[in-house]
């Protein structure tokens, strides 16, 4: 699995910047472009930072049916690029329609 080249994708999913996601994620740009290129491996714990920046889990970053479902599915797309509190507004808005 090529994590720089997933980071990358997930990435300009939500449409942020290597730079905004640098920031949002603790660690500097220039890191973050070095990981997406392939030229350095980030630790557990780095990738834990990112993953919580893209608002992904670290199981779901690694499995390849989640990505899928990403980018297959209009739906789950537009919902990933939500940031959490737009989602938890999505998520309030539909349990209402169920009641």
Do not use: W
């Not at 994708?9 to 973050?32: D, E, H, P, W």
């Not at 990112?50 to 990403?70: E, M, N, P, Q, R």
């Amino acid at each position: 699995m090529d994590i720089g080249a997933r980071i990358s994708f997930l990435r300009t999913q939500k449409n942020y910047t290597v730079n905004k996601l640098a920031n949002m994620s603790g660690i500097s740009q220039s890191y973050l472009r070095d990981v997406e290129l392939g030229k350095k491996n980030p630790t557990v714990e780095i990738l834990s930072f990112v993953c919580d920046a893209l608002d992904i889990s670290l199981s779901d970053f690694f499995d390849d049916g989640t990505l899928k479902k990403i980018t297959t599915d209009p739906l789950l797309n537009t919902i990933y690029q939500l940031n959490s509190e737009q989602r938890e507004t999505l998520n309030a808005f539909l349990n209402a329609l169920l009641k």
